[in-house]
């Protein structure tokens, strides 16, 4: 309340006297409002707290359940992945969700880490598809979009447009030229069906091209003036100006191939190439406790760059929020 | 503006001098159309090119021939049998409406978060990092939970029982009662989830809890970007909360909501990740998407089908978003930027 008070005094110093009239009208509504607004505040915490413990629980859950050892999983959760058992082990009859193991035990990652090297290989899979699109996108989409906020005229304009039209388009629509085109290459059942279309996704152009449409014009005209290359504008202009534009965009693309169900299923017929994201679901039912690590180690590449970029995503994003 | 003004007033002294060419070139020497930034733009229009635009306009051609080797014209013919194929129609029906319900109910959520952490709560930041977190975390991930809560004998239906015996329902009930409605109690009892037509909330709560932190960002930097000397003098002329809320924020906002609906809707159409990596290649009858339609064609490569369907949503995918971008330019005219 204090924060919301203090400065209100000061205010009134700055409004010229016509207007000080209905400054005291305004403050009894306040100071009358103060309890209901605390109320109201103090539901809005609860609400705030609601929510946030509805969000973090699933992360919560599967992080402290990777912590059980497998007989405390199948004695738990045996029900859902039935024939998790031959009958040696007890399975309770119902499902029982917990917070905390009985037992912590590191037993489930030191399986997948060194004993199983299945896993590890879909981690890579994962991994080999997603780091050259993340790559490959980004530098191609940094000279594309330096392009397009450099160049004018109406030609730009209409190859800009059809970039955000392909760049709306779900999968379902484009996964059918990405095959035709793949299937000509001869690239089909080969990672590069997967990396070539994302490498080549508008969306990073996109973004990217509205933060640098952000930087003043009179910046490059001077530098040009000053007879600055092309090059010397990109590295000292535009890039340290998009930074934080350009470390949300690398998350969001990130994340985004991370979770990739669709491509791999269509453009990958080769089970042994798909990554970690399709490969979880179809869990061998022996193995529901290991399933819990996987989980937690395919969460942690995400995560880690979510936690060490949180503030520069969100810039990014905010800044992103309108179409045009 | 200022590189073609300077040149003119060169000119006009040093017409005639032999140094005349040089000026030229200066003239251009601010024109940001250098060769160099035309060609930047080379490897991704290309890239663009080749792998989405040129191949679009094989299957529109694609769907309107009989097939790919003999290449009859056949004008609609494709089309209809896509819609008297009952997948397709069941299809597009589920994966529709699946988006009704999940992008409005996106849009109105995360402006309500966004609200409650646009006021003056402790702790900003931590529930932003909260709110945020999942879009963070692979589905995949957490589909195991997932299921554990939402199996047939799981958390929710424990919930749910235990809910059912306490007096909280006969109090509802009484509520209900005295309102003049008509108490249902099987709407109380377990579910299973996953297997029933249930699953479609679960698949919608699944997406709100993806994707609403997103969301929760893009409209808190609208609610920013609204002037605050506005919404006060309006609040000094006396206007009523609603009367700001519709004539300040939602014309600020109105960008921001097409922008979110869009983005939902493309992420909506997303959701076939969390369906099939909760219920695997065969989902309930009405969980079945037409991404599944999709992969269940590619596996017997039937180009007609597969070109026609893709054509089908391009063109539903522009009208609406033709229709959202006609709107907001009705609704948010006359904001000034």
Redesign the interface.
């Known amino acids: 309340m204090n924060?919301?008070f203090d400065p209100k005094p000061a205010q009134t110093a700055d409004i010229p006297p016509q207007n000080a009239a209905?400054m005291p009208v305004?403050r009894r509504r306040k100071r009358k409002g103060t309890l209901s607004q605390r109320i109201n505040?103090m539901l809005?915490?609860l609400?705030?707290a609601a929510?946030?413990f509805?969000?973090?629980m699933?992360?919560v859950?599967?992080i402290t359940?990777s912590f059980m050892s497998q007989s405390e999983i199948s004695a738990n959760?045996g029900?859902?992945f039935s024939a998790a058992t031959d009958g040696k082990t007890f399975i309770s009859?119902?499902?029982n969700?917990k917070f905390i193991p009985d037992i912590v035990s590191a037993s489930q990652y030191i399986t997948v880490l060194f004993k199983s090297p299945d896993y590890l290989l879909k981690f890579w899979n994962a991994m080999i598809l997603t780091v050259p699109i993340v790559v490959f996108q980004i530098v191609?989409?940094l000279?594309?979009s330096?392009?397009?906020a450099?160049?004018?005229?109406r030609l730009k304009e209409i190859?800009f447009f059809?970039?955000i039209?392909?760049m709306?388009?779900?999968?379902?629509?484009?996964?059918?030229?990405?095959?035709?085109?793949s299937d000509k290459l001869g690239l089909l059942n080969t990672r590069l069906a997967v990396i070539?279309?994302g490498?080549?996704s508008?969306f990073a152009?996109y973004l990217l091209t509205k933060a640098m449409r952000r930087i003043p014009?009179v910046y490059?005209?001077a530098a040009?003036?000053d007879g600055a290359?092309?090059?010397t504008i990109f590295t000292t202009i535009s890039l340290p100006m998009v930074r934080s534009s350009l470390f949300s965009v690398v998350?969001l693309i990130f994340?985004d191939y991370?979770?990739?169900?669709?491509q791999p299923?269509?453009l990958l017929a080769d089970e042994t190439l798909h990554p970690?994201?399709?490969f979880?679901?179809?869990?061998n039912t022996q193995e529901?406790g290991l399933?819990?690590a996987v989980?937690?180690i395919?969460?942690m590449p995400?995560?880690l760059?979510?936690l060490y970029g949180?503030d520069a995503?969100?810039e990014g994003?905010?800044?992103?929020?309108?179409?045009? | 503006m200022?590189?073609k003004r300077k040149p003119d007033k060169t000119e006009k002294v040093v017409r005639s001098s032999p140094s005349a060419k040089k000026n030229r070139h200066k003239k251009d020497?601010?024109d940001?159309?250098?060769p160099?930034?035309?060609f930047?733009?080379?490897?991704?229009?290309v890239?663009?090119l080749?792998?989405?635009?040129v191949?679009?306009f094989?299957?529109a051609y694609y769907s309107i021939v009989d097939n790919p080797i003999s290449k009859k014209f056949v004008g609609i013919e494709n089309f209809k049998t896509l819609f008297s194929a009952w997948a397709f129609t069941q299809a597009a029906k589920n994966t529709l409406l699946l988006s009704f319900t999940a992008v409005p109910a996106a849009v109105i959520l995360s402006l309500i978060?966004a609200n409650?952490?646009n006021?003056?709560?402790?702790g900003k930041s931590?529930?932003?990092?909260?709110?945020?977190?999942?879009?963070?975390?692979?589905?995949?991930?957490?589909?195991?939970?997932?299921?554990?809560?939402f199996?047939h004998?799981?958390?929710v239906n424990?919930l749910l029982t235990w809910f059912q015996g306490t007096h909280l329902v006969g109090f509802i009930d009484h509520v209900i009662l005295s309102l003049g409605g008509t108490v249902n109690h099987t709407d109380w009892s377990a579910v299973d989830w996953l297997k029933s037509d249930k699953a479609m909330v679960v698949v919608v709560l699944l997406f709100q809890?993806k994707n609403?932190?997103?969301n929760m960002?893009?409209f808190?930097?609208?609610l920013n970007s609204i002037p605050k000397d506005l919404v006060e003098v309006a609040?000094?002329e006396g206007a009523s909360p609603m009367w700001r809320m519709i004539h300040i924020k939602f014309r600020y906002l109105s960008?921001?909501f097409?922008?979110v609906t869009?983005m939902s809707l493309?992420n909506s159409?997303?959701l076939?990740?969390e369906v099939?990596?909760?219920t695997?290649d065969y989902p309930h009858e009405k969980l079945y998407l037409?991404?599944h339609f999709?992969?269940n064609t590619?596996r017997t490569l039937d180009y007609q089908k597969?070109?026609s369907?893709?054509i089908v949503?391009?063109a539903f995918?522009?009208v609406i978003?033709g229709v959202l971008f006609t709107v907001e330019s009705i609704f948010g005219k006359d904001v000034e930027e």
Do not use: C
Not at chain 1, 168 to 181: A, H
Not at chain 2, 50 to 53: A, R
């Open positions: 924060d919301t209905p305004r505040l809005m915490t609400f705030a929510a946030a509805a969000f973090l699933p992360t859950l599967t359940n959760y029900v859902i009859k119902d499902v969700l191609v989409a000279g594309a330096y392009s397009f450099r160049l004018t005229g190859v059809i970039y039209i392909v709306l388009m779900p999968y379902q629509v484009t996964l059918v030229p990405n095959y035709l085109v070539l279309p490498v080549f508008p152009v014009k490059y005209e040009m003036l290359g092309e090059f998350i994340i991370w979770n990739m169900v669709e299923l269509i970690l994201s399709v979880l679901s179809k869990i529901t399933a819990f989980a937690v395919y969460m995400s995560l760059l979510f949180e995503l969100v994003i905010a800044s992103s929020a309108t179409l045009k | 200022n590189g020497v601010t940001p159309n250098t160099m930034a035309r930047l733009l080379l490897p991704s229009l890239g663009v080749v792998f989405y635009v191949p679009s094989i299957v978060l409650v952490l006021s003056k709560i402790p931590m529930f932003r990092t909260f709110f945020l977190s999942p879009m963070m975390v692979p589905v995949a991930s957490v589909v195991l939970i997932w299921q554990v809560m199996h004998t799981g958390s424990a809890w609403m932190g997103y960002i893009l808190l930097a609208a609040e000094l960008p921001t097409l922008f869009i493309i159409f997303k076939f990740r099939y990596l909760l695997g037409l991404q999709m992969n590619f597969l070109s369907a893709a949503m391009a995918m522009v978003i």
